[in-house]
């Protein structure tokens, strides 16, 4: 039987009123999976639970069998079995690239720590760039170091929170790439906080949906955008219309409690509907319709 590299079992985390409750869930060796959710979802928690900074309320984190040493049991995170990128990296600006990394290994022999140095440089595409002090390198670039920083030590678990925020679109997709081919490589298993869902459904083979502190859906990004459990997870991928569910429009609405939903592009020629704007998105034009009393939008 093949041992889950994350295995969360019943995991829930309180702070003052609030209460998260994570449920269960595992991700195999070789897997990346992506939380998505709104700002102060959980997702950040989730991660910091999963990294050993915070202690669950009840349940367990478990990495390849072993229960994860919090804080309260080991005064220094342990590395080796999750590394870490921050959403602002914590190179030091005065080293280069390459020392940066092979601060990380000081218990290897000069050769074997030289040796693994070279290889993440190779991986995260850094020759050239490794003599440089990571002050003078780019936002991208100081990433791959971060990035090649925390896979250092061949931990069995990679954690990115946020941390190809601030990157421009073509920079975040390359590093994306090298990323999870590198995981596929390694067998490491991946967990990545990512804002935009065009990035998400890229580089995902699973999708955790976090929204008010529970993990609400969980499943490969095709099923996930099919067949959301909410016009909420609709919305993280596309645009949508919700309307009141009495509320009498023509269309496949799909009932979600007391009100109803669809996607815009599913939404259907409304005979005597005005058009009051036009915006253009990277998938086409999008029309913001007036339609007896209500504001809807068609692709």
């Known amino acids: 039987m093949n041992v889950p590299a994350v295995d969360i079992q019943d995991l829930k985390f309180a702070f003052d009123t609030t209460t998260f409750d994570f449920g269960s869930a595992q991700i195999q060796p070789g897997q990346v999976v992506v939380l998505l959710g709104p700002s102060g979802a959980g997702k950040s928690t989730l991660m910091r639970l999963l990294r050993g900074e915070l202690d669950p309320l009840e349940g367990t984190v478990s990495i390849v069998g072993q229960q994860v040493k919090t804080r309260k049991k080991a005064l220094v995170l342990d590395e080796t079995r999750a590394g870490w990128v921050p959403q602002l990296d914590d190179l030091q600006p005065m080293l280069t690239a390459r020392e940066n990394i092979a601060h990380h290994l000081l218990r290897l022999e000069e050769e074997e720590r030289e040796e693994r140095v070279e290889m993440l440089l190779k991986v995260m595409h850094l020759q050239g760039h490794d003599a440089l002090p990571v002050r003078a390198l780019s936002g991208g670039q100081r990433q791959r170091v971060s990035i090649a920083k925390a896979m250092a030590n061949r931990p069995p678990v990679l954690l990115m929170d946020e941390s190809l925020a601030q990157l421009d679109l073509r920079t975040k997709t390359s590093i994306l ?45 095709e099923a996930v955008v099919k067949q959301p459990e909410s016009h909420a997870i609709a919305g993280l991928f596309d645009h949508i219309n919700v309307v009141a569910r009495e509320v009498d429009v023509p269309g496949p609405w799909r009932l979600d409690g007391e009100e109803k939903w669809l996607f815009a592009h599913e939404l259907p020629e409304l005979i005597g509907a005005e058009v009051l704007e036009v915006f253009t998105t990277p998938s086409g034009p999008m029309e913001l319709v007036s339609w007896k009393g209500l504001k809807l939008l068609k692709k």
């Open 177 to 221: 790439i090298d990323v999870k081919q590198m995981v596929r490589e390694t067998k490491t298993a991946a967990i990545l906080v990512l804002h935009d869902p065009t990035d998400a459904l890229m580089v995902a083979d699973e999708l955790w949906v976090i929204r008010d502190g529970a993990l609400v859906q969980k499943g490969k990004p």
